[in-house]
């Protein structure tokens, strides 16, 4: 606009929004950018590049804002790749792929490389505001300042260059000079280059002005109109020197420091805005230091609102006020309180004690044990390994915004065995993806679906990666998105601790922003936050605090061992450090109880964490969630008092009486902070629906109600042939479409179009009747080439309607399917569960994982899905293949009765466009209930036409209640019908006895009229 040459969109997808031009972003060699005119750089010797840009989304590696250079094969006329960037100025959204990072780099003829970076929190979908000045008044060198949203970021860097050496012929938004840097997701609502350094006052008066309207200053006085209509200001007189608010601080002050000119106290801290700026304080932020004392709550401490550490003692102002320590004298340091200490003494079950803050611990998942005074762990997949799970909020409940004193430290003795298992934890207390409440996990594997990332979290890991003489120690707060902050740190551990035990302490004062991580009594990392973005203990999303787990699910769990772990409300002192680690675990003195101001039983930790009251006894007694468990006994219980059912098992609270033994489904057994209490990968709540014991890992709640053995005699299975189920009794399977074979003990399909070629039609509403369900198969997938081609695709294909042979099908909506291929890439399979019918409508999740395929080498293959439709919320879904958990615990909104299984079919899908599957189908079988791992791992090393576990039913007791009749009780399943026969010796026929029993529950009951003389009969049933 103002210089006459245009900009071009090269590239398809790009759109107008009519203020902005959006680009999609993507791959180098097809995405759009905006290409702008060459030389726009090189020819000046000062200048300013200005922009408005909103990032769409992340996930586009080294996205550029701006890159004005060259390449090595020179001008680029047109997407594509092949090129690597060696002459360039350039401002990037994200380095590599975090988008909490930006990078300015000056590069000229590929020398090496001058530039800096800044970490600010993300800003995604909303509009951000850059400046970046380039001053090369002087040969030799150019000084850089970059803004951010009015914030000077960068000051007065120095590059060892010139403008001129600029070969500036590709100058691009949205586009890197590196082809194998992804383009932006973005949009532009404004671009501008200067020829001058615009000075501090016209940068904010543009921002204040904003994209599409150049600073306008009327009266002369140093404000933009803009800015004095905004703030009632008159843009037609001078009134730079006014002070309506009377608060010391000029109208042009006002603008020059971003405060409000009719608010004397623009952040409410207690301060005028003149006295800050007066004082260097800053008049937009509370706590300029950011040390938890408001900068009015400093003025009389004595304290230095500037500095959150007065007394340099490490111990930040805020917190050592908390604690009743002078912040003026740096030898008046907090006492630290013992708020929890866990010595593993137990020697059996998954509870481990708090012997200070009555907070316990749970063991999930397999493969521990209790001896010695510790808690050993196998280590392995966290899809089913073992970790200790600590109650939520730990860590943030120390923070000075939740009542606690802005300080804490942990401490532990703990052994690592060995370094297979890559990035395992020793500590790692935080949150997962998608975050927030959704972010905490009750079991192994990714139960909450959100994925493989940690959000918040402290973590020490064990090592790094695979490296046994190094360990990494991380505070971080990315929950919720943008990041605050981080502290990072790799430390050098001796490489004979491998196997022995060690001492481990992290202190971390939230006031001071001061960290330090000690080992064996000595200190052998420090790190301190951004002062300008303080990280704040309270921040935390604490709801996954383990022992030997990582959030991130992709790590591997520990190989290794503690004897003691221990969490304080303050900061350890070296000296204690070292008078600990002399001591060893368990030979400290038992500190006294946590903290309870109003004697009530409730921790002043717990009442703080859960929003009650630390100065009223009433809390104790009441029930905040409803469940009929007062809040005293869900803090013994170590359960949520603002939850009924803590973990989203489906079991409330006041059930789960985490004693290890089941009584009833009154009276569990289980934990309430565990989904899977006894680890067999079965939820508490579907064992107890199933009639198994959820507190033993022996007991499975499967039982099998469906059996098709595809066994007919080999020859051709012409449409409308069946194959029987053998076991429950249902119709038979049957053979739709042209083209199948039986082979004797399987049914071959030749996969094709759904218009015509076979497939296997199963009854209707086999699984939706379940609370929770189980398929297994086994199948040998022929060949590829059949797109989307489904192994089993259980729902309807559109409008709730049954389709009853090939051709007829629309676009799925209800259904649980297996694919044999995800498009057309058969070393992918995915599971998926969704729901697109009813009131309110469900989406669903999928998961999808990696398998061997060879074209031309079929392999016979064992399947299992497993869902729980028990839990509280969706249902838990488990695949394994060939014996082995790929999907542990993945969560879905659907439940297994919000589908309409009206299609449940073997080879085809439920989209009519999807191709059928050429395959051969071995065995199917459907169980209600979850197989656990042992079964399943039996079944597969079985094969199909085993004998099929013996997870039926049985007769359980028969009592003679009188001379005249007897009483016989069977294990059932709800809706089918049952016969009582008798024989008096197993030899003679046997015959009917009474009228059929039609079940209500999982249990059943006869009375049968007998002789008075009779002293010896037989009984049966038989199910219908």
């Not at 503690?562 to 303050?570: G, K, L, P, Q």
């Not at 293949?881 to 009206?902: C, E, F, H």
């Amino acid at each position: 606009v103002a210089g006459g040459e245009a900009a071009v969109i090269l590239g398809g997808g790009a759109t107008f929004t009519g203020t902005a031009v959006n680009l999609p972003g993507g791959g180098s060699g097809t995405a759009p950018y905006v290409d702008l005119p060459n030389n726009l750089i090189s020819p000046l010797t000062k200048a300013t590049i200005e922009g408005w840009v909103t990032v769409n989304a992340t996930g586009n590696n080294w996205a550029r804002f701006f890159d004005f250079g060259s390449n090595d094969v020179g001008e680029i006329f047109a997407p594509g790749t092949g090129f690597t960037g060696n002459n360039y100025i350039f401002l990037t959204a994200a380095t590599d792929g975090n988008y909490s990072t930006q990078q300015l780099e000056f590069r000229v003829d590929g020398a090496t490389t001058t530039g800096f970076r800044v970490d600010r929190p993300e800003i995604i979908g909303t509009q951000l505001y850059f400046v970046v000045t380039l001053d090369n008044s002087t040969p030799g060198s150019t000084i850089v300042n970059y803004w951010r949203n009015n914030e000077h970021i960068s000051i007065d860097q120095v590059f060892p260059y010139d403008l001129n050496q600029l070969i500036d012929v590709n100058n691009w938004l949205g586009r890197s000079n590196w082809s194998n840097d992804a383009n932006l997701n973005g949009q532009y609502n404004e671009f501008r280059i200067y020829d001058e350094v615009l000075s501090e006052d016209q940068i904010f008066a543009s921002r204040s002005s904003g994209p599409d309207t150049l600073v306008a200053d009327k009266d002369g006085d140093g404000m933009p109109d803009g800015w004095e209509t905004a703030n009632g200001l008159n843009p037609d007189v001078n009134d730079a020197g006014g002070d309506p608010d009377a608060d010391a601080l000029s109208n042009l002050n006002e603008y020059r420091n971003n405060t409000n000119p009719n608010v004397a106290d623009t952040d409410g801290d207690g301060v005028k805005d003149g006295a800050e700026v007066t004082a260097k304080t800053n008049p937009l932020n509370p706590d300029t230091d950011g040390d938890g004392l408001t900068d009015s709550a400093e003025i009389p401490l004595g304290t230095d609102p500037k500095n959150r550490d007065t007394d340099l003692d490490l111990n930040g102002d805020g917190s050592e006020v908390a604690s009743g320590s002078n912040p003026l004298d740096k030898n008046s340091i907090p006492t630290p309180r013992l708020l929890h200490r866990y010595s593993f003494g137990e020697t059996s079950g998954r509870k481990i004690s708090d012997a200070v803050g009555g907070a316990p611990a749970f063991i999930s998942g397999n493969g521990f044990s209790l001896e010695g005074g510790s808690l050993n762990l196998n280590g392995g997949s966290p899809a089913t390994a073992a970790y200790a799970a600590l109650p939520a909020g730990v860590i943030s409940n120390n923070g000075l915004a939740k009542g606690g004193r802005g300080a804490v430290s942990v401490e532990g003795w703990a052994t690592v065995n060995s370094t297979t298992n890559g990035w395992a934890r020793l500590v790692d207390f935080g949150s997962s993806n998608p975050g927030g409440a959704a972010g905490a996990i009750f079991a192994p594997g990714d139960w909450n679906g959100g994925g493989t990332n940690g959000l918040d979290y402290l973590m020490i890991s064990a090592y790094t990666g695979n490296n046994p003489l190094e360990r990494r120690v991380e505070l971080r707060n990315d929950d919720p998105a943008p990041a605050n902050n981080a502290i990072v740190n790799n430390v050098v551990v001796p490489a004979e601790q491998l196997g022995q035990q060690f001492h481990f302490v992290f202190t971390y004062d939230e006031s001071s922003g001061h960290m330090s991580y000690y080992e064996n009594g000595v200190e052998v990392s420090t790190a301190d936050v951004d002062a300008t973005r303080p990280l704040k203990l309270s921040d935390l999303n604490d709801v996954n605090n383990w022992l030997g787990r990582s959030n991130f699910t992709v790590d591997a769990n520990l190989d290794g061992s503690f004897s003691e772990f221990r969490i304080y409300d303050n900061v350890l002192p070296l000296e204690t450090v070292t008078a600990h680690f002399t001591a060893g675990p368990d030979a400290a003195p038992a500190p006294a109880a946590a903290p309870d101001s109003d004697s009530d039983g409730l921790p002043d930790w717990f009442e703080r964490a859960y929003g009650f009251n630390p100065a009223s006894e009433a809390d104790a007694t009441a029930d905040a969630d409803g469940d009929t468990l007062s809040n005293r006994d869900e803090a013994l219980r170590g359960s949520n008092p603002r939850v009924a059912d803590t973990d989203g098992d489906g079991l409330s609270d006041a059930v789960e009486t985490n004693t290890g033994t089941y009584v009833s489904a009154t009276d569990s057994g289980t934990s309430p902070v565990s989904y899977d209490s006894d680890g067999d990968s079965a939820g508490d709540n579907a064992e107890v629906v199933a009639g198994s014991n959820p507190a033993n890992a022996a007991s499975v709640p499967a039982k099998l109600v469906h059996q098709w053995h595809f066994n007919n005699a080999a020859g051709d299975a012409p449409s409308d042939s069946t194959s029987p189920d053998t076991i429950g009794g249902a119709e038979s399977a049957v053979i739709l479409g042209e083209g199948a074979l039986f082979t004797g003990t399987g049914v071959t399909i030749p996969g094709g179009s759904s218009a015509s070629a076979a497939y296997v039609d199963l009854p209707n509403n086999l699984i939706s009747p379940l609370p929770s369900g189980t398929i297994e198969l086994w199948v040998t997938i022929n060949n590829g080439g059949n797109g989307w081609a489904r192994i089993l695709d259980f729902g309807d294909s559109g409008g709730g309607n049954e389709v009853t042979g090939p051709g007829g099908a629309g676009n799925g909506n209800d259904y649980l399917f297996i694919s044999g291929t995800v498009d057309q890439t058969y070393t992918t399979n995915r599971v998926e569960l969704r729901n697109e019918t009813g009131s309110p409508t469900v989406q669903g999740n999928f998961f999808d994982y990696t398998v061997p395929f060879t074209e031309g080498e079929p392999e016979q293959v064992h399947y299992v899905v497993s869902v729980d439709s028990t839990v509280t919320g969706g249902s838990r879904v488990n695949v394994w293949r060939n014996g082995q958990p790929i999907v542990v615990n993945g969560s879905t909104l659907v439940k297994l009765a919000d589908l309409n299984d009206v299609n449940n079919w073997l080879g085809r899908s439920n989209y009519g466009n999807d191709a059928n599957l050429s395959a051969t189908y071995h065995e199917l079988r459907i169980y209600s209930g979850i197989l656990d791992n042992a079964a399943v791992a039996k079944n597969f090393a079985d094969g199909p036409e085993a004998a099929a576990p013996a997870s039926d039913f049985s007769i359980t007791g028969i009592t003679r209640v009188s001379p005249t009749l007897a009483r016989l009780t069977w294990e059932s399943e709800a809706g089918k019908v049952y016969k009582v026969q008798s024989s008096p010796n197993l030899q003679a026929p046997w015959t009917d006895v009474g009228a059929a029993v039609t079940a209500t529950g999982n249990t059943s009951q006869a009375d049968i009229p007998v002789s008075a003389a009779v002293t010896r009969l037989f009984y049966r049933i038989q199910r219908q």
